[in-house]
Nanobody
Framework: QVQLVESGGGLVQAGGSLRLSCAAS????????VGWFRQAPGKEREFVAA????????YYADSVRGRATISRDNAKNTVYLQMSSLKPEDTAVYYC?????????????????WGQGTQVTVSS
C-alpha cells in the first residue's frame, strides 16, 4: 500500500478555483489507480474523479464534470485535482485514494489506501 497526504484545501469564494494535491509514498506509483472522493457534513462520502495509472484515462462524477480536472505527475508521485467555478455545495472534506491497477476505479470499496483528507469550504 501507499501512504497518501492531501493538501491545498481552504476557504474560497463561490466561482473561484482551487487545486488539491495528493502526495504518495512508495515506488511504482504509475501502477496505482487514483481517485478523489469527498464527504460533506451529514452526507456519505461520494466519488469525485478518478484516473488510471498512466493518467491517460479519467472519469468524473456528473456533479463536477466540466469543472474538475484530475491529473498526475508520476515522477513526483503526486495527484492533483483542479476545480473551478466552485459552488457552496462543493464544500466537503476531500480525500485522495489509491489502489494497484492500471485502469480507473470509482467505488470506495475499490480503494485500499486513503489519505487523511483536506477541507474545502466554498462561501457564497
Amino acid at each position: 500500500q501507499v501512504q497518501l497526504v492531501e493538501s491545498g484545501g481552504g476557504l474560497v469564494q463561490a466561482g473561484g478555483s482551487l487545486r488539491l494535491s495528493c502526495a504518495a509514498s512508495g515506488r511504482a506509483f504509475n501502477s496505482y489507480a487514483v481517485g478523489w472522493f469527498r464527504q460533506a457534513p451529514g452526507k456519505e462520502r461520494e466519488f469525485v474523479a478518478a484516473a488510471s495509472g498512466s493518467g491517460n484515462l479519467a472519469y468524473y462524477a456528473d456533479s463536477v464534470r466540466g469543472r474538475a480536472t484530475i491529473s498526475r505527475d508520476n515522477a513526483k508521485n503526486t495527484v492533483y485535482l483542479q476545480m473551478s467555478s466552485l459552488k457552496p455545495e462543493d464544500t466537503a472534506v476531500y480525500y485522495c485514494a489509491a489502489r494497484p491497477g492500471t485502469y480507473y476505479y470509482t467505488r470506495e470499496r475499490d480503494f485500499a489506501s486513503w489519505g487523511q483528507g483536506t477541507q474545502v469550504t466554498v462561501s457564497s
